[in-house]
């Protein structure tokens, strides 16, 4: 009887290709920073015994008199004008409570809602009995969500893309990233969100959910290109091979 | 164990060390990528596992809530097969508590909570090979957990434990030898400051003593230090390498 065995081989790092900026200066907790007077003091620092200590491990960013170290990862932390993908865990009398891989959870008000059609008015007490009709606990939603760190996610001036493959995505600048099957049509009164599900969008959209999760695994930024290179990559694979480390690393590569 | 020498003539120790030296340490940071942050760590045979979760809303009961702070929510467990014995450990464990509340109070010090008003962090910590030093492998492993989460301390934590054997000091104690009834000292630092954050000891020890074994205590956790900043240094560089900083 023939079996299949695989041994696992360690992993390669890349380091050795790529620049190294010797410029930077990495800090860790507990190190001095500088013990220069008159000094802003910005994120991951604080003032102790006269000195500026770093209290994450990151990189120190120095803008004149303002030193801040930035870590390579934490939770989100808003920015205006951000576009987030969150996940409704309570529903209060005004507002929802929003999930959004902060490190409180977010508040999304009434008043903040479209109303269907595009109606302007201050939202009274009916609509707040009513607000259940639009999010309800445990609504099914068509699609995928997949979290992944805030530092993954690359700063672009829109985050909803349609892939050409039949699935959109939209990447939340915290991280969640919302993989769906595009509507045909897009309407403005449609407030039905139970839509029929076919089963090739079903399986664009897990290989989409693969993708992001290879582009995690070797720590790549994730935008909408390496999305794309990333699946296109990926169809040239034979599905029970795609699991396999070693392909994933092979795919991650060609992209 | 009657004639087990936990200290030889020569000045060696039941497993070949000398007298202030530490065990084999290896650590890893971002092992699970499910938590905001995760560590492995091995201390000789002793290895201990830490994940952390947080700053995030408090779950549960609101009212616990701090208004000004994080709260710090520690949980320590073995695993059934960490002893030499199988032995399955309940989760309201008297011990398990005790040393739940003895990483909070740690990790109280060190975090800087007031940044997090409302929130909470969890840090979880289990034991799965237990060789002696467990409090120490915890709060070590615990400590780059918390790094790899990003959360902001004032220094790094780091700990050993330390006894007293025929007039000298044994630094990074075995099981062997923490069973062997001495008194033991276990010791958590913050390696800049030299502040404690933590200092507990189980059986007596004279006080005549008590500062040699402090001080040998605190040099094996600078020791503890210097290769924890190196794991962490390393996994930043190759983070920010791959992220194409």
Same mark, same amino acid.
């Given at each position: 009887m023939v079996t299949e065995i695989r041994l696992p081989v360690a992993c390669q790092w890349l380091p050795e290709n790529l620049d190294w900026d010797t410029q930077k200066h990495l800090v860790a907790p507990g190190d001095t920073i500088t013990t220069d007077t008159g000094i802003m003091l910005g994120c991951g620092t604080y003032m102790g015994d006269e000195k500026v200590i770093a209290s994450v491990t990151g990189f120190v960013e120095r803008v004149n008199k303002l030193i801040c170290v930035k870590a390579v990862k934490t939770r989100y932390n808003g920015e205006v004008a951000d576009i987030v993908v969150g996940r409704i865990t309570e529903v209060q009398q005004k507002q929802w409570k929003v999930e959004t891989n902060s490190r409180l959870d977010s508040v999304l008000l009434l008043s903040s809602m479209k109303l269907p059609g595009g109606q302007l008015r201050r939202r009274s007490s009916e609509d707040e009995l009513a607000r259940r009709n639009f999010l309800w606990e445990g609504d099914l939603m068509t699609g995928v969500l997949v979290q992944v760190s805030p530092s993954l996610v690359k700063r672009q001036k829109t985050p909803f893309h349609d892939l050409p493959c039949g699935a959109s995505v939209i990447l939340g600048n915290n991280g969640f990233i919302w993989i769906y099957p595009t509507p045909e049509q897009r309407e403005e009164e449609a407030e039905d969100f139970i839509a029929s599900l076919e089963p090739e969008s079903l399986l664009v959209i897990s290989q989409l959910w693969n993708c992001i999760v290879f582009l995690l695994a070797q720590k790549m930024m994730l935008f909408d290109t390496s999305l794309l290179y990333n699946y296109e990559a990926f169809l040239s694979h034979p599905i029970k091979d795609i699991l396999k480390p070693e392909i994933m690393e092979e795919i991650v590569t060609e992209t | 164990m009657a004639g087990l020498e936990l200290l030889s003539d020569q000045g060696y120790r039941v497993d070949g060390r000398r007298a202030g030296e530490l065990r084999k340490i290896q650590a890893r940071m971002g092992v699970f990528a499910q938590a905001d942050g995760s560590a492995y760590i091995e201390q000789g045979n002793t290895k201990a596992l830490a994940v952390v979760y947080g700053p995030h809303e408090m779950r549960g009961s609101r009212s616990r809530a701090l208004p000004d702070r994080a709260l710090v929510n520690c949980q320590y467990s073995m695993a059934t097969?960490? *002893?030499?014995e199988r032995k399955r450990r309940p989760h309201g464990d008297r011990k398990a508590c005790e040393m739940g509340l003895q990483l909070r109070q740690t990790f109280e010090a060190a975090?800087? *909570?007031?940044?997090?008003?409302?929130s909470q962090i969890d840090i979880y910590v289990q034991v799965l090979q237990a060789d002696g030093g467990n409090y120490a492998a915890c709060v070590n492993a615990a400590t780059l957990a918390v790094l790899d989460a990003g959360i902001p301390m004032r220094d790094f934590v780091c700990a050993c434990s330390a006894g007293f054997v025929d007039g000298t000091a044994l630094a990074d104690l075995s099981h062997v030898e923490e069973a062997a009834g001495g008194p033991q000292v276990a010791l958590a630092l913050l390696p800049a400051s030299g502040q404690l954050a933590l200092l507990e000891m189980d059986a007596r020890l004279h006080e005549d003593h008590l500062q040699q074994v402090l001080e040998a205590a605190s040099q094996a956790a600078r020791d503890v230090h210097a290769l924890l900043d190196r794991v962490v240094r390393q996994h930043v560089r190759e983070a920010a390498l791959l992220l194409g900083d």
């Amino acid at each position: 009887m023939v079996t299949e065995i695989r041994l696992p081989v360690a992993c390669q790092w890349l380091p050795e290709n790529l620049d190294w900026d010797t410029q930077k200066h990495l800090v860790a907790p507990g190190d001095t920073i500088t013990t220069d007077t008159g000094i802003m003091l910005g994120c991951g620092t604080y003032m102790g015994d006269e000195k500026v200590i770093a209290s994450v491990t990151g990189f120190v960013e120095r803008v004149n008199k303002l030193i801040c170290v930035k870590a390579v990862k934490t939770r989100y932390n808003g920015e205006v004008a951000d576009i987030v993908v969150g996940r409704i865990t309570e529903v209060q009398q005004k507002q929802w409570k929003v999930e959004t891989n902060s490190r409180l959870d977010s508040v999304l008000l009434l008043s903040s809602m479209k109303l269907p059609g595009g109606q302007l008015r201050r939202r009274s007490s009916e609509d707040e009995l009513a607000r259940r009709n639009f999010l309800w606990e445990g609504d099914l939603m068509t699609g995928v969500l997949v979290q992944v760190s805030p530092s993954l996610v690359k700063r672009q001036k829109t985050p909803f893309h349609d892939l050409p493959c039949g699935a959109s995505v939209i990447l939340g600048n915290n991280g969640f990233i919302w993989i769906y099957p595009t509507p045909e049509q897009r309407e403005e009164e449609a407030e039905d969100f139970i839509a029929s599900l076919e089963p090739e969008s079903l399986l664009v959209i897990s290989q989409l959910w693969n993708c992001i999760v290879f582009l995690l695994a070797q720590k790549m930024m994730l935008f909408d290109t390496s999305l794309l290179y990333n699946y296109e990559a990926f169809l040239s694979h034979p599905i029970k091979d795609i699991l396999k480390p070693e392909i994933m690393e092979e795919i991650v590569t060609e992209t | 164990m009657a004639g087990l020498e936990l200290l030889s003539d020569q000045g060696y120790r039941v497993d070949g060390r000398r007298a202030g030296e530490l065990r084999k340490i290896q650590a890893r940071m971002g092992v699970f990528a499910q938590a905001d942050g995760s560590a492995y760590i091995e201390q000789g045979n002793t290895k201990a596992l830490a994940v952390v979760y947080g700053p995030h809303e408090m779950r549960g009961s609101r009212s616990r809530a701090l208004p000004d702070r994080a709260l710090v929510n520690c949980q320590y467990s073995m695993a059934t097969f960490s *002893t030499g014995e199988r032995k399955r450990r309940p989760h309201g464990d008297r011990k398990a508590c005790e040393m739940g509340l003895q990483l909070r109070q740690t990790f109280e010090a060190a975090i800087l *909570t007031q940044l997090y008003p409302r929130s909470q962090i969890d840090i979880y910590v289990q034991v799965l090979q237990a060789d002696g030093g467990n409090y120490a492998a915890c709060v070590n492993a615990a400590t780059l957990a918390v790094l790899d989460a990003g959360i902001p301390m004032r220094d790094f934590v780091c700990a050993c434990s330390a006894g007293f054997v025929d007039g000298t000091a044994l630094a990074d104690l075995s099981h062997v030898e923490e069973a062997a009834g001495g008194p033991q000292v276990a010791l958590a630092l913050l390696p800049a400051s030299g502040q404690l954050a933590l200092l507990e000891m189980d059986a007596r020890l004279h006080e005549d003593h008590l500062q040699q074994v402090l001080e040998a205590a605190s040099q094996a956790a600078r020791d503890v230090h210097a290769l924890l900043d190196r794991v962490v240094r390393q996994h930043v560089r190759e983070a920010a390498l791959l992220l194409g900083d």
